[in-house]
């Protein structure tokens, strides 16, 4: 249930997003006794929550679920003074101070210093239909799916990092998967990419793009394959399509207010989390197109808790 704060008048640090970037600034900012407000968005725990074992992060000998660490995380920033709020950031105004926070359901919240850690989300096909086949056979998450693959056919498009991961964990479950690439080389890291390549499950198809998923009774059961040097198509039974195509930083409810690249991520001041705007700061997948691990979301989180605590200090505002 949403927690109500009768002192929200005005906030000093207002962290919009709750997956590693966000927690990370709360452990900071709660630390320095900003007593932040961490609005939780659509997806509490962001991406990691969608993924079963982080093998990766710095500190921890054996794996440990992304579930786990997000909830670690989250109650180490709580003991330092941080509060939560289940709700979405609809839109904010920075062309005023303080900033107006608007949210979902619960009331505005204005604040001092926003740090955006809004985060990414996957990206789609665009083909008709798509979205609705979520849970009918269509996936962004394998390791949330895969069990429910178990002995059947699927496919996973992509030709990243991602895409290998995804279909090394599907050969747990699934008896064959295809990987579906629209190149003949991989963007994906060697040893993600070898690691699938030995897989007997796993079959690449190359060249190609799918230009149509096929339904039977709601749920997916097909697609239509092109060939990109030939252009011939054919069709291709299956259970399941995994998609890991990229991602799509969550920056609709800034509007314009905020300098982006060209495919939407935030730009910060080169070695900070500053941006166009002073007292709003970035951090995490929002702001990186390249990275995006959960360790490096950390460390940026880190950084904007910093940047924050310092602006804040400078113009008396803590
Ligand atoms: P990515 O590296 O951007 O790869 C996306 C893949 O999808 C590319 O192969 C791309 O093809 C393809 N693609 C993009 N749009 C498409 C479309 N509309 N139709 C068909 N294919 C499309 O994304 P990612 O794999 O999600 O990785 C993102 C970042 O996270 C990377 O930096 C990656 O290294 C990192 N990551 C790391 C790990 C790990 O280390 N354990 C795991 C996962 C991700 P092209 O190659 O032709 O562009």
């Given at each position: 249930?949403?927690?109500?704060?009768?002192?929200?008048?005005?906030?000093?640090?207002?962290?919009?997003?709750?997956?590693?970037?966000?927690?990370?600034?709360?452990?900071?900012?709660?630390?320095?006794?900003?007593?932040?407000?961490?609005?939780?968005?659509?997806?509490?725990?962001?991406?990691?929550?969608?993924?079963?074992?982080?093998?990766?992060?710095?500190?921890?000998?054996?794996?440990?679920?992304?579930?786990?660490?997000?909830?670690?995380?989250?109650?180490?920033?709580?003991?330092?003074?941080?509060?939560?709020?289940?709700?979405?950031?609809?839109?904010?105004?920075?062309?005023?101070?303080?900033?107006?926070?608007t949210l979902g359901r619960g009331g505005p919240v204005r604040a001092h210093a926003l740090i955006v850690a809004s985060g990414a989300r996957a990206r789609l096909l665009g083909l008709p239909g798509e979205s609705e086949l979520f849970g009918r056979g269509l996936s962004s998450c394998a390791t949330c799916d895969g069990a429910f693959f178990k002995d059947r056919v699927v496919a996973v498009v992509g030709g990243g990092d991602s895409a290998m991961e995804e279909a090394t964990f599907l050969t747990r479950y699934a008896k064959k998967i295809y990987v579906i690439h629209r190149r003949k080389e991989l963007r994906a890291s060697r040893i993600l990419a070898d690691r699938a390549r030995s897989k007997s499950t796993i079959e690449f198809v190359w060249n190609t793009r799918v230009t149509a998923i096929h339904t039977e009774n709601s749920l997916v059961s097909g697609l239509t394959l092109e060939d990109l040097e030939t252009h011939e198509t054919k069709e291709l039974p299956l259970d399941g399509l995994f998609l890991a195509i990229g991602h799509i930083p969550n920056t609709e409810w800034l509007g314009d207010q905020l300098p982006t690249d060209d495919a939407g991520y935030l730009l910060a001041e080169a070695g900070t989390s500053e941006t166009s705007i002073p007292g709003v700061f970035v951090a995490g997948d929002v702001a990186d197109r390249i990275y995006q691990q959960a360790v490096t979301a950390a460390g940026t989180g880190c950084i904007a808790a910093l940047d924050a605590e310092e602006y804040l200090a400078e113009h008396d505002l803590a």
């Open positions: 249930m949403a927690e109500q704060h009768p002192a929200d008048s005005v906030r000093s640090l207002v962290i919009v997003g709750s997956g590693i970037s966000g927690l990370s600034a709360a452990v900071y900012a709660a630390r320095a006794q900003l007593a932040p407000l961490v609005i939780e968005g659509s997806e509490p725990g962001g991406q990691l929550t969608l993924t079963s074992e982080v093998e990766n992060y710095p500190g921890f000998e054996d794996p440990i679920l992304g579930v786990d660490l997000v909830e670690r995380m989250k109650k180490q920033a709580a003991r330092f003074g941080a509060q939560y709020r289940s709700d979405d950031v609809v839109r904010v105004d920075l062309s005023q101070r303080p900033f107006t926070i």
